[in-house]
């Protein structure tokens, strides 16, 4: 057997309903269900049968699975394109032991500086302005939101977007005078980070901050270059070329939030990160969990051809997983060439989105109840609430996060066609015994693991990004001195917004 005939096994797949799947498998819920490291993954309520897991399992071994999760712990190029590994484990304990001694010795560095800050070497500092974008934005805004709500150390902002009003809004709240600034980028080059950058350096010396540079931190994989835009080396905290900026979290792009939580959580984000390694390096495939949703995320994006698929958070502190998985899932998998630069010939990344239960409930179920589109959906909840109010909050929350996934698969027949529900809809179900950091940490590094297998089914690389590069390079001529003429409707847009008819 090739990995084509591998891939014809699953595409063919025989497709049964998942009513009859569970009447046929009355241990389905055991043996589709994994536990680890304080979560609980339900993949019984997807279309995934013994059948369907063996197919899987044999275009893994056609795929060489194995020795690419190898390849990638060991610290091996698999980034071909960029000539890199991919050593975000190594960022957890996890992977060749020189770049586990180098990250745990950056880690150390890190640490110094926030103890220096904890003990007032910059002056009291209150607030903390991380600017960022992408991966040097997403992961450290997704921490703060989900962890740093009781943490109350220090004020943490966010700001990305190269709009003004983001940063207006984001500085509004602090007072420069007890305001320190990271900057964070791994190349130190991205135009919306350094503009940012310079306005809120602006805002600090106009807020009376004698020396503002003195409160600026460089998060980056760059530090010659950080150097170069005027941060002092001693507060330049490297990480390695070889983390990749949608894994970059565990690097000191976490800055921000181990400051705002603490080194201890932040510690406790690595290990629980480090548990879900050792799960994907070690548990055989039928009880793998990033595995397992692999073969889930290849079943409905190529056997059943859905676009999309949907995160539903019934947990307001998970709020910016959706997003934070769009850049990962999208960024690391949107392609359409495999590794060695021949068309891949069948969907790869779905498009990720999704929301926050139980809001999204009143506002986009309609479709995934009885819309034309099949959408496969992942909830994800906590078992232990995140607030203190009345029980019947969280008891409310979850009842319905587990009826909307009952719901789709039951489905109701009627006369009425327009009160029918066909049902037979699949979703996952994830579900933490509580948020905390290292439950976090294992969550995020269990969608990591879930995006390399995805991409290793499909023998592309997931850990390139040429995609984004030339919008950026257009945007670039556009603003340069001697700009190209471009075609009419953009002309137009230019000469209409810019009042420059070129
Ligand atoms: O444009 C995409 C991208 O390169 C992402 O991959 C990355 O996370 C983001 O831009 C920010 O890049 P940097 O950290 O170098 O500023």
């Given at each position: 057997m090739n990995a084509d005939q591998a891939w014809a096994a699953v595409e063919q797949a025989e497709s049964r309903t998942l009513?009859?799947?569970?009447?046929?498998?009355?241990?389905?819920?055991?043996?589709?269900?994994?536990?680890?490291?304080?979560?609980?993954?339900?993949?019984?309520?997807?279309?995934?049968?013994?059948?369907?897991?063996?197919?899987?399992?044999?275009?893994?071994?056609?795929?060489?699975?194995?020795?690419?999760?190898?390849?990638?712990?060991?610290?091996?190029?698999?980034?071909?394109?960029?000539?890199?590994?991919?050593?975000?484990?190594?960022?957890?304990?996890?992977?060749?032991?020189?770049?586990?001694?180098?990250?745990?010795?950056?880690?150390?560095?890190?640490?110094?500086?926030?103890?220096?800050?904890?003990?007032?070497?910059?002056?009291?500092?209150?607030?903390?302005?991380?600017?960022?974008?992408?991966?040097s934005a997403l992961g450290p805004a997704f921490l703060i939101d989900s962890l740093g709500r009781e943490a109350g150390r220090y004020d943490a902002a966010v700001v990305s977007n190269v709009d003004g009003a983001a940063l207006e809004e984001a500085l509004a709240g602090f007072d420069p005078e007890v305001t320190l600034i990271a900057i964070a980028s791994k190349t130190f080059t991205t135009s919306e980070t350094m503009l940012n950058a310079r306005s809120a350096l602006a805002w600090l010396e106009q807020g009376g901050v004698a020396d503002p540079y003195g409160r600026v931190v460089a998060l980056?994989?760059?530090?010659?270059?950080?150097?170069?835009?005027?941060?002092?080396?001693?507060?330049?905290?490297?990480?390695?070329?070889?983390?990749g900026g949608r894994y970059s979290l565990w690097s000191s792009i976490g800055f921000p939030a181990a400051l705002a939580l603490g080194w201890e959580a932040f510690e406790q984000l690595l290990e629980g990160a480090a548990a879900m390694d050792r799960h994907f390096r070690l548990a055989p495939f039928e009880a793998n969990a990033p595995l397992l949703a692999a073969c889930v995320d290849r079943y409905y994006a190529n056997t059943r051809r859905a676009e999309?698929?949907?995160?539903?958070?019934?947990?307001?502190?998970?709020?910016?997983?959706?997003?934070?998985?769009q850049q990962l899932e999208m960024e690391s998998n949107g392609k359409s060439v495999k590794l060695d630069g021949s068309p891949v010939g069948r969907a790869t990344a779905p498009v990720t989105w999704g929301g926050v239960g139980t809001d999204a409930q009143h506002a986009v179920f309609q479709l995934l109840h009885q819309g034309t589109h099949l959408v496969p959906?992942?909830?994800?909840?906590?078992?232990?609430?995140?607030?203190?109010?009345?029980?019947?909050?969280?008891?409310?929350?979850?009842?319905?996060?587990?009826?909307?996934?009952?719901?789709?698969?039951?489905?109701?027949?009627?006369?009425?066609?327009?009160?029918?529900?066909?049902?037979?809809?699949?979703?996952?179900?994830?579900?933490?015994?509580?948020?905390?950091?290292?439950?976090?940490?294992?969550?995020?590094?269990?969608?990591?693991?879930?995006?390399?297998?995805?991409a290793v089914f499909l023998g592309i690389n997931p850990f390139d990004q040429f995609g984004v590069e030339l919008g950026k390079e257009m945007a670039k001529a556009m603003d340069g001195a001697d700009p190209p003429r471009f075609d009419p409707s953009t002309q137009a847009l230019i000469a209409r917004a810019l009042g420059e008819a070129r």
């Open positions: 009513k009859s799947l569970f009447d046929a498998e009355p241990d389905r819920v055991e043996r589709l269900a994994v536990e680890e490291a304080g979560l609980r993954f339900d993949f019984s309520k997807t279309h995934l049968d013994r059948d369907l897991v063996a197919a899987f399992q044999r275009l893994a071994e056609e795929q060489d699975l194995a020795g690419a999760r190898d390849a990638l712990f060991a610290g091996a190029i698999v980034n071909p394109t960029e000539g890199r590994a991919a050593e975000h484990s190594a960022e957890r304990g996890q992977g060749a032991p020189e770049s586990v001694a180098l990250a745990s010795a950056l880690h150390a560095r890190m640490r110094a500086l926030i103890d220096a800050i904890e003990a007032e070497a910059f002056g009291p500092i209150r607030h903390v302005l991380h600017i960022g974008i992408g991966g980056t994989a760059s530090p010659e270059r950080a150097v170069a835009f005027g941060v002092d080396e001693t507060r330049v905290l490297p990480f390695p070329e070889t983390v999309t698929r949907a995160v539903f958070a019934y947990d307001e502190r998970l709020r910016l997983l959706p997003p934070y998985l959906v992942e909830f994800v909840a906590c078992i232990e609430p995140g607030h203190a109010l009345d029980e019947a909050h969280h008891r409310q929350l979850l009842t319905n996060c587990f009826a909307q996934g009952a719901a789709l698969m039951a489905g109701k027949a009627s006369d009425d066609p327009h009160r029918s529900y066909p049902g037979d809809r699949p979703s996952t179900t994830i579900l933490l015994d509580r948020l905390d950091p290292a439950t976090l940490g294992a969550l995020i590094a269990f969608y990591e693991h879930r995006t390399f297998a995805n």
